[in-house]
């Protein structure tokens, strides 16, 4: 069963435009959050890491939030551009260590266009 | 350079064959993972390592086998290939200590089983 859900499954945003994407999770301890940005073809890149039980982050046009009771999180990109086009990945780790699990989204393909 | 390097980037095989995918990292990582990506899925863990000798199963290891001799090289082979066998393969690196510090991957080693 899975245990990260990301929303939508695909976004098709004009370069400028602000955009949402989901993450609901069901997993069990939920450690932290992390977000991941991968380009077609490429490996996963890091964009942040969620803690707090309520966290906020902020990475330059990316900010992210994690609601732990909510067992949900938000990734925020700001006037998006056409470089933004990649998939995002939502994952949580159910420890703080490599002795725990991380638990991988299907992703949510975000194409910005011109 | 903090880089994690897979080789090759490309492989097709037929039905049986053998099959040697090979990670780098030059950051020192103990801990060192087997990932493969499959369209619509997320990421589904093989093998963890955490450290040289210490190896021990994901949630797929059926069919898969690793080596870590070094600490900073990580292969999976795959003896016999099988149809199903044919995915995006990912190797990534991170502390043992720190999953919410960094963590690494390498481009993915597409492997085609005809």
């Known amino acids: 069963k899975t245990q990260v859900e990301q929303s939508p499954q695909s976004l098709v945003v004009r370069q400028g435009e602000n955009c949402v994407l989901q993450c609901n999770y069901s997993v069990t301890p939920d450690n932290h959050l992390r977000w991941f940005k991968q380009d077609t073809g490429k490996g996963l890149v890091s964009l942040t890491v969620?803690?707090?039980?309520?966290d906020k982050t902020s990475n330059g046009r990316y900010s992210a939030t994690l609601d732990k009771d909510a067992k949900h999180s938000t990734l925020h990109i700001t006037a998006t551009l056409l470089d933004d086009t990649a998939t995002y990945i939502c994952?949580?780790?159910?420890?703080?260590?490599?002795?725990?699990?991380?638990?991988f989204g299907a992703g949510t393909q975000l194409i910005v266009i011109p | 350079d903090m880089k994690v390097t897979q080789m090759p980037r490309y492989l097709i095989k037929r039905m049986g064959e053998n099959v040697l995918l090979e990670c780098g990292q030059d950051m020192s990582h103990e801990t060192m993972y087997w990932y493969r990506q499959d369209p619509g899925l997320g990421l589904q863990l093989i093998y963890i390592?955490?450290?040289?000798?210490?190896?021990s199963e994901g949630d797929i290891p059926k069919g898969y086998r690793v080596s870590r001799k070094k600490r900073e090289h990580f292969s999976l082979i795959l003896d016999s290939a099988k149809t199903n066998q044919t995915s995006v393969y990912f190797c990534a690196s991170s502390f043992t200590g720190g999953h919410t510090g960094q963590l690494y991957f390498g481009e993915g080693s597409k492997l085609t089983v005809l």
């Open positions: 390592s955490y450290d040289v000798d210490s190896n």
């Open positions: 969620l803690v707090d039980q309520k």
């Open positions: 994952v949580v780790g159910d420890r703080g260590s490599a002795l725990g699990r991380l638990h």
